[in-house]
């Protein structure tokens, strides 16, 4: 069954100065990245208050700037993206369990209350996490070259930056690399097809989630970290089957 089309947002809205542009790319890059610099990941939370300061700046209430307005049919996309890519991840571990790459093991969780608020951090958290890093990577980049929009070199273009944006982790090297512009193909195709973030950013966090998830009820140690990334990253070419199955492209606003 395939999804409501969502036309994407005429490119008249985007006629900012490139100087504005270049200034609102560095505020987001700063306000993502600092935290992780100096090991305050708290301080990611202001992210959403950046963006939305960013997206009036240039011209858009709330954040329509980064793709991310109420359309009909937009919570159907986030929470659909959000049980995808837990399944996508959960799958992936149990196949990686019986084949040896991982280990797996029930563990116990907080009791109550501590339990549920620990979820709720855990949700919140993570999905700021998610939407900063899509907004960064994905948004901004379909609002500075509005002349990718509806062509599917935004989506390696788009994958290329998300690689680059993980600045921590380019040390590990070319498998590091490929895995992560695996999840990034994955993620701008859904706003490639969709003409808005929120499929995007529930793949996105449904990812992260998951992974916080297991940390909470389970015990997963990966056994062979050569193999392990090539896992992650076939997970994120069947998501990215998923989206260009269900997902009908976006019509372009006459």
Same mark, same amino acid.
């Given at each position: 069954?395939?999804f /409501?089309?969502?036309? =994407?947002?005429?490119a008249? &809205?985007?006629?900012?100065?490139?100087?504005r +542009?270049?200034?609102?790319?560095a505020?987001?890059? +700063?306000?993502?990245?600092?935290?992780?610099?100096?090991?305050?990941?708290?301080?990611? =939370?202001l992210?959403?208050?950046? !963006?939305?300061?960013?997206?009036?700046? *240039? $011209?858009?209430?709330?954040?329509r700037a980064?793709?991310?307005?109420?359309?009909?049919?937009?919570?159907?996309?986030? #929470?659909t &993206?959000?049980? *995808? !890519?837990?399944?996508?991840?959960?799958?992936?571990?149990?196949?990686?369990?019986? @084949?040896?790459?991982?280990? +797996?093991?029930?563990?116990?969780a907080?009791? #109550?209350?501590?339990?549920?608020?620990?979820?709720?951090f855990?949700?919140f958290?993570?999905?700021? !996490?998610? =939407?900063?890093?899509?907004?960064? @990577?994905r %948004?901004?980049?379909?609002?500075?070259?509005?002349?990718?929009? $509806?062509?599917?070199?935004?989506?390696?273009v788009?994958?290329?930056?998300?690689v680059l944006?993980h600045i921590?982790?380019?040390?590990? $090297?070319p498998?590091e690399?490929l895995?992560?512009?695996?999840?990034?193909l994955?993620?701008?195709?859904a =706003?490639?097809?969709t %003409?808005?973030?929120?499929?995007?950013? #529930?793949l996105?966090? %449904?990812?992260?989630l998951?992974?916080?998830? *297991?940390?909470?009820f389970?015990?997963?140690d990966?056994?062979?970290?050569?193999?392990?990334?090539?896992?992650s $990253? !076939?997970? /994120?070419?069947?998501?990215?089957?998923?989206?260009l199955?269900?997902?009908r492209?976006?019509?372009p606003?006459?």
């Amino acid at each position: 069954m395939a999804f /409501h089309e969502f036309p =994407l947002p005429a490119a008249s &809205g985007a006629q900012a100065s490139p100087m504005r +542009l270049l200034l609102v790319a560095a505020v987001l890059f +700063l306000f993502y990245q600092l935290p992780e610099g100096i090991g305050m990941y708290e301080l990611r =939370l202001l992210f959403p208050l950046a !963006a939305w300061w960013a997206s009036r700046s *240039l $011209g858009f209430s709330g954040m329509r700037a980064w793709y991310l307005d109420a359309r009909p049919g937009w919570w159907r996309l986030l #929470g659909t &993206g959000l049980v *995808l !890519a837990i399944a996508a991840k959960f799958t992936t571990v149990a196949i990686g369990a019986r @084949t040896g790459v991982y280990t +797996l093991a029930w563990a116990d969780a907080a009791p #109550g209350m501590a339990l549920a608020g620990s979820l709720a951090f855990l949700a919140f958290s993570s999905f700021i !996490a998610s =939407l900063a890093e899509d907004i960064l @990577t994905r %948004g901004l980049v379909m609002r500075a070259f509005p002349q990718l929009a $509806g062509r599917w070199t935004f989506i390696l273009v788009s994958a290329a930056l998300f690689v680059l944006n993980h600045i921590y982790r380019l040390h590990k $090297g070319p498998v590091e690399w490929l895995t992560i512009f695996c999840f990034g193909l994955a993620y701008a195709a859904a =706003l490639y097809r969709t %003409g808005t973030l929120w499929a995007a950013v #529930g793949l996105h966090w %449904g990812w992260n989630l998951a992974n916080g998830l *297991l940390d909470t009820f389970a015990r997963s140690d990966v056994v062979q970290p050569a193999v392990a990334p090539f896992y992650s $990253g !076939a997970a /994120h070419l069947v998501l990215l089957a998923c989206v260009l199955i269900l997902m009908r492209p976006a019509r372009p606003v006459s």
